[in-house]
C-alpha cells in the first residue's frame, strides 16, 4: 500500500479510537494495539516527512512559543449577567415573559412558549474553536475580551478529547471550557515542586503557557455547549445545537435539562448543589438559556450581556483567609498533624475555620507561614485544605515550627517518611483513647453505649492501657467514674460481654490495621478464612485480593510482624473474643462476578440490605460508576451516578427488574 494512503489510513483510526476513549469512554481497543499503531505513525511520518495537521502525532510536542498572538472571533463570546437567588431568576424570567406576551400581541408570527435549558456552569477557562471547509481544527483561542482573544491552537491540542477534524464542510466556531479534573490535579500537584492552588488555576495557567510541553503535563479535559458561528444553515433551537455539538464528536457534559417552570428551575438547582462536590471537576453554578433561537435574536443583548440567558451562581467554594496558628494533633496511630487555625470565613455556605495542612514537607511545598493570606479550598463535606498562600501577604510572617516533642505526652517525635510520629503509643492519651473508641466502634465489636468520654476516663481514672484491658474491667471500679451508676456500669459489662462473639471481618477491623477499611477486611476473610492464614499471607498473595494494593499490603505484613500486635491478639483471645467466620453460599446469578453501583432510594430494601443481597450473589457493590461498573440499580431521586451511567451506556435496571432477574 502507499505510504501517504496508509498514513491517512492510521490518523483516521487512530483519531476514532481517541473519540471512543476520551469522549465515549469506551474503548474498542487495547492500550497496547494503540501504541503499537501510534508508533508505526510516528515512524512513517518521520520516513516521508508526511504529516497530517490533524493527525494525533501533532498533539503533543516540546515547543516553546514566542508568544501569543491575537485571535478575532467570527463572533463575540459573550459573558452572562449573574444571579444568585431564585427572586433575580424570577425577574429574569418575568422580563422574558412580558416580552414575549407583548410580542406575540403585535405580531402574527408567535413565538413558542418559553422553554430554558440548564447546563452546569463550569469553572475552568473559556475557548473558542474553529474549523475550516474540510472540517479541520485551524485555530483554538481563549475568550479574551470576547471579541480578540489570544491564539492557544498548540496548547489546545493537547487536550486529547478535542477532534482534531469533524465531519462538517461549514466554517464553524465551537465554544467550550477547558477544566482540569480532580484526578489530573491531585496527579500532577503529586509530583509538582510547586503545586498548583485550585482547579481553575491550573486550566488558565497551562494554556496561557508558552511552554506546551508544560501544558501537556497538566492532562486538561473539555467540555463544549454553544456553536458561536456556522456558515450554512441557522439552528431553530438551542436543543438542536446540542444535538448538533454531540454528533460532531465534541465532548459534551451530560447534564443537560429542560425546564418550564420556575419550580422545575428550583428543583434542578437544588439537585446540582447537592451533587456540586461529587463532580471529578469544579462547576460554580448553572446557566439557563432559552431554548427557542428566534426568541433569543428578538430579545437580543445589553451592553455585556445576552438577555435570553442567566448563570445562576453558588456559594464559593475557595475563599482567601489569614492563617492564624497551627495546631498540632495526635492521631490512633501515634501520626501527629498539622491542622491551620483561620479567620472564620464563609466557603461554600459554611463558617470555616479550621483546615488541614496534611505534613512539614506540604507546609514547605505550598509556601505556608503564620499571618500569610492564605487559598482554602472546600470538597465533598470534608475538612477544607490549604492550597497555597498569596504572595503579598508574605512580608512579616513567621515560619511554621516542627515540634520536637509530642503535643499531647510529651514524648520525643520521630519521622517516618514524610510524617511525624509519637511512640509512646501505650502512654499518650489521644492515641489510646481513640484506639479503644475504634475497636469499640459500631463497625468494629459494637460495644453498645460506649463513647469517648467513657475511653477518657478508663484511661485517666482505670489505667487502661490496652484494647485488650476492656475484657478485665470490674464492676466496683466502674462505679468510681462520673456519670456511671449501677445500671449503666453492669449494661458496658454486658455490651463487653456480648461484643466477645463477633465475625472475623469486625475483629480484623477493630484491630486498626493501617489503611484497612470495612470493606478491606470484609474481602481479606473473604479471601483467607481465618486470622491465622492471614497472618502467613504472602505479599503476592495479599496483593491478589481485589482492591488491596502495595501499600495496604505492606501495611498488613507490617502490622503482623509487630510483637505488640501478635500479643494483643493472643490476650483477647485468652479472654474469650471469639472472631468466627461463616463462609456464605453464594448464589448462582446474573450478578457473579459483576461490579454493581445502587443510586437512589429504592422501596424494598435499605442501602445495608440491598449491598448485603448484592453480595450475597456474588457482585462486588461500587460506590461510584465507571466504565469498570456493569449494572446500575436505580431507585426515586436518581442523581449523578444515573447521568454516568447512561452516558457510558451501563445496563441500568430498577428495582422491579433487579428483582425479576434473582
Excluded at 438559556?289 to 443583548?301: C, K, N, P, V
Aim: aromatic letters at 8%; proline letters at 3%.
Amino acid at each position: 500500500m502507499d505510504k501517504k494512503k496508509l498514513i491517512e489510513e492510521l490518523v483516521e483510526e487512530l483519531n476514532k479510537y481517541a473519540y471512543e476513549y476520551y469522549v465515549l469512554g469506551n474503548s474498542s481497543v487495547t492500550d497496547k494495539d494503540y501504541d503499537k499503531k501510534y508508533y508505526e505513525l510516528v515512524d512513517l511520518e518521520k520516513e516521508t516527512g508526511y504529516k497530517l495537521p490533524y493527525s494525533p502525532t501533532q498533539r503533543v510536542g516540546d515547543v516553546i512559543l514566542p508568544e501569543f498572538k491575537k485571535y478575532t472571533h467570527k463572533a463575540r463570546l459573550w459573558s452572562l449577567d449573574k444571579a444568585q437567588t431564585l427572586e433575580e431568576i424570577r425577574e429574569w424570567h418575568n422580563r422574558n415573559v412580558k416580552f414575549l406576551e407583548e410580542y406575540n400581541r403585535t405580531s402574527d408570527e408567535e413565538l413558542p412558549p418559553l422553554k430554558y435549558i440548564l447546563t452546569k456552569k463550569f469553572d475552568g477557562l473559556t475557548i473558542n474553536l474553529s474549523y475550516d471547509e474540510n472540517g479541520v481544527l485551524i485555530t483554538g483561542a481563549t475568550r479574551g475580551t470576547g471579541a480578540i482573544g489570544e491564539d492557544v491552537t498548540a496548547q489546545v491540542k493537547t487536550i486529547k478529547s478535542i477532534p482534531l477534524k469533524i465531519d462538517c464542510h461549514d466554517f464553524l466556531e465551537i465554544h467550550g471550557e477547558a477544566i482540569m479534573t480532580t484526578e489530573a490535579f491531585e496527579k500532577y500537584n503529586s509530583e509538582a515542586d510547586t503545586p498548583l492552588k485550585n482547579l481553575r488555576n491550573g486550566a488558565a495557567g497551562a494554556l496561557r503557557n508558552l511552554n506546551v510541553a508544560e501544558t501537556a503535563k497538566r492532562n486538561l479535559s473539555a467540555f463544549f455547549y454553544d456553536v458561536g458561528y456556522k456558515e450554512g444553515a441557522p439552528f431553530k433551537t438551542y436543543m438542536e445545537m446540542l444535538n448538533f455539538i454531540k454528533t460532531k464528536g465534541f465532548p459534551m457534559d451530560d447534564y443537560i435539562r429542560e425546564c418550564k417552570t420556575l419550580d422545575e428551575i428550583q428543583k434542578e438547582i437544588d439537585y446540582i448543589r447537592d451533587i456540586r462536590f461529587d463532580l471529578n471537576y469544579d462547576i460554580d453554578g448553572l446557566v439557563i438559556a432559552i431554548d427557542d433561537i428566534r426568541t433569543r435574536e428578538l430579545l437580543g443583548y445589553t451592553v455585556k450581556f445576552p438577555k435570553w440567558a442567566i448563570a445562576y451562581k453558588f456559594e464559593a467554594q475557595e475563599a482567601t483567609t489569614k492563617l492564624l496558628d497551627v495546631e498540632w494533633n495526635v492521631g490512633r496511630s501515634g501520626r501527629v498533624s498539622p491542622t491551620a487555625i483561620l479567620e472564620p470565613v464563609e466557603l461554600a455556605g459554611v463558617t470555616v475555620k479550621r483546615a488541614t495542612l496534611n505534613n512539614m514537607d506540604d507546609i514547605a511545598r505550598k509556601g505556608v507561614r503564620l499571618g500569610a493570606e492564605v487559598f482554602v479550598r472546600r470538597s465533598n463535606d470534608v475538612i477544607p485544605e490549604i492550597m497555597g498562600v498569596v504572595p503579598e501577604s508574605l512580608e512579616g510572617t513567621k515560619e511554621i515550627e516542627e515540634p520536637k516533642v509530642c503535643p499531647a505526652c510529651g514524648a520525643h517525635l520521630v519521622h517516618e517518611g514524610v510524617h511525624i510520629y509519637c511512640e509512646n503509643t501505650l502512654g499518650c492519651k489521644p492515641q489510646m483513647v481513640k484506639t479503644i473508641v475504634h475497636f469499640a466502634g459500631r463497625e468494629a465489636m459494637n460495644i453498645a453505649g460506649f463513647s469517648e468520654r467513657t475511653a477518657e476516663q478508663l484511661f485517666e481514672k482505670l489505667d487502661i492501657r490496652d484494647i485488650s484491658d476492656l475484657y478485665k474491667l470490674e464492676y466496683e471500679k466502674l462505679l468510681d467514674l462520673d456519670k456511671f451508676g449501677p445500671k449503666k456500669a453492669q449494661n458496658l459489662l454486658d455490651a463487653i460481654e456480648k461484643s466477645k462473639d463477633c465475625t472475623l471481618e469486625a475483629f480484623l477491623y477493630s484491630l486498626g490495621i493501617p489503611n484497612v477499611g470495612v470493606k478491606t477486611a470484609k474481602d481479606l476473610v473473604k479471601r483467607f478464612e481465618s486470622l491465622e492464614n492471614l497472618e502467613k499471607a504472602t505479599f503476592e498473595e495479599l496483593v491478589s485480593v481485589q482492591d488491596v494494593g502495595d501499600i495496604v499490603a505492606r501495611s498488613i505484613i507490617e502490622f503482623f510482624k509487630e510483637e505488640r500486635t501478635l500479643k494483643v491478639i493472643n490476650e483477647l483471645l485468652s479472654l474469650g473474643v471469639n472472631p468466627h467466620y461463616e463462609k456464605k453460599e453464594v448464589l448462582e446469578s446474573p450478578f457473579m462476578g459483576k461490579t454493581v453501583v445502587v443510586t437512589g432510594t429504592l422501596e424494598n430494601y435499605s442501602r445495608t440490605s440491598i449491598k448485603e443481597k448484592l453480595e450475597s450473589l456474588g457482585a462486588k457493590v461500587s460506590g461510584s460508576v465507571s466504565k469498570k461498573t456493569d449494572f446500575v440499580i436505580a431507585g426515586e431521586a436518581a442523581g449523578s451516578k444515573y447521568d454516568k451511567a447512561k452516558s457510558l451506556g451501563i445496563t441500568i435496571l430498577s428495582e422491579e427488574e433487579f428483582e425479576n432477574m434473582i
